[in-house]
């Protein structure tokens, strides 16, 4: 099966997260009479079998050797044709959505990506709707442990500096536009935060859309392992200073 271009394509990469993926998907099976495909990136070999018998067009890119989040979800969007083409990490969880209500802000032609409101499993909201780095934050969010959001939940959608890749769609003209995700400087983090920057610097808008929830399962690998921690000290070098 194929889907139309006007409508939405889905790009997951796991790396050895076929459980997690699993749970997304069958969320996203319960969404009825909605039209999408999903993209699944393996970037490490694992048991596929948890991805068969969903009732939406499926397709799976399998990587020889593994990439990073940039590289992963510019191949995809390479294969896709869709308009509308989000960025969905498997960690997320979905209880309901209307993907009609979720892109109606693009109807402003200026937005260039959206997100919906990010909560824990706990029902708080998280952080993904932030204002765009500085030394000074970094320090916060990294010594003082200080995650809280940059803005306010409004009632109607309201603009922001950048959204986290969490759960994030792109006009497909807009992430054209700028060439996606910058995979040469960014392996891992704050590769969402760079394509926000760009896009804003070439006129285009970024939005939340309140209206939508969604839960994050939070994985935080950067806080566990120390090859995280320095793929996110590198990125946040490379975003502060340019090179």
């Known amino acids: 099966m194929s889907i139309s271009p006007d409508q939405i394509t889905l790009s997951i990469v796991s790396h050895g997260q076929a459980a997690l993926v699993h749970e997304l998907l069958k969320d996203l099976s319960l969404l009825f009479h909605q039209s999408f495909e999903v993209i699944i990136t393996v970037n490490i070999p694992e048991d596929e079998s948890s991805y068969r018998g969903f009732p939406f067009p499926l397709r799976i890119i399998r990587n020889s050797i593994p990439k990073g989040f940039g590289d992963n979800h510019n191949a995809a969007f390479a294969s896709s044709n869709s308009r509308w083409f989000a960025v969905v990490n498997p960690d997320i969880r979905i209880e309901s959505m209307d993907f009609d209500v979720l892109l109606k802000p693009f109807q402003v032609a200026e937005v260039a990506a959206l997100a919906p409101v990010v909560l824990s499993p706990k029902g708080g909201v998280e952080d993904s709707a932030r204002r765009f780095p500085s030394?000074?934050?970094?320090?916060?969010?990294?010594?003082?442990?200080?995650?809280?959001?940059?803005?306010?939940?409004?009632?109607?959608?309201?603009?922001?500096?950048?959204?986290?890749?969490?759960?994030?769609?792109?006009?497909?003209?807009?992430?054209?536009?700028?060439?996606?995700?910058?995979?040469?400087?960014?392996?891992?983090?704050?590769?969402?935060?760079?394509?926000?920057?760009?896009?804003?610097?070439?006129?285009?808008?970024?939005?939340?859309?309140?209206?939508?929830?969604?839960?994050?399962?939070?994985?935080?690998?950067?806080h566990r392992s120390i090859k995280h921690m320095r793929w996110h000290a590198i990125s946040a070098f490379r975003f502060l200073t340019g090179i």
């Not at 109607?156 to 769609?169: C, N, S, T």
């Not at 935060?193 to 950067?222: E, F, T, Y």
């Open 135 to 222: 030394l000074v934050q970094f320090a916060k969010r990294v010594l003082l442990r200080q995650r809280n959001s940059d803005y306010e939940v409004q009632d109607g959608p309201y603009y922001v500096d950048w959204v986290a890749g969490m759960f994030v769609i792109f006009r497909r003209e807009a992430f054209q536009r700028v060439g996606g995700f910058d995979s040469r400087r960014f392996y891992m983090y704050l590769e969402d935060a760079d394509i926000c920057r760009r896009l804003s610097s070439n006129g285009w808008k970024i939005i939340v859309n309140p209206h939508i929830r969604v839960i994050h399962m939070a994985q935080r690998a950067s």
